[in-house]
């Protein structure tokens, strides 16, 4: 597993699964423009698509998430030094209110004309305003259990939780020491 510095600030990090020759944040913005993935995806998942946010529409769902992915990538890609990426995300539970060690979180973009978006990174943070994205994924179901593609996310999550803990890292001076060794 290695990271990479996305904002060149070490702000915004996204962890590289081995053997992946992308971090998890270029594969999702390449997934999330690709028409053909993108249909295939809500062809699979129209029941949730149809329940949760009343679309019927394959082809509007498929540019309502290609205009999110974009406009993602412009918030997180075209960060100023100054931008404090807590504004972006939150903790993972809805319930979670305190900060903890290396919290889960995530990051959607705020209310769009038709509907919320389902797009969503997920990130542990190693200090308010350090991030490193674990992957992401379109979110139709309300819990992440929900959902094969999902889980999945959480387990990378835990997985990145766990890798950090084991290499002693609990914060963003223990990640910079653990990058430098």
């Not at 498929?62 to 807590?86: H, Q």
């Amino acid at each position: 597993m290695t990271f990479d510095d996305i904002t060149e600030n070490g702000k915004l990090w996204a962890v590289r699964f081995n053997g992946e020759p992308e971090n998890e944040l270029s594969k999702l913005f390449a997934k999330w423009n690709d028409t053909d993935w993108l249909r295939s995806f809500f062809i699979e998942n129209i029941d949730d698509l149809s329940s949760y946010f009343k679309i019927m529409d394959i082809t509007q769902a498929v540019k309502d998430t290609i205009e999110d992915s974009d406009e993602l990538e412009c918030v997180f890609l075209d960060l100023s030094p100054e931008a404090d990426l807590s504004m972006f995300f939150r903790p993972l539970s809805n319930s979670e209110t305190s900060d903890v060690m290396l919290q889960k979180e995530k990051a959607r973009l705020k209310r769009r004309l038709r509907h919320s978006s389902w797009l969503r990174l997920y990130a542990i943070k190693l200090v308010s305003g350090v991030y490193i994205i674990t992957g992401g994924a379109i979110k139709l179901t309300a819990t992440m259990q929900e959902r094969e593609h999902t889980r999945n996310e959480l387990t990378k999550l835990e997985k990145v939780h766990r890798y950090l803990l084991e290499e002693n890292i609990t914060d963003d001076i223990g990640f910079m020491e653990y990058l430098n060794d």
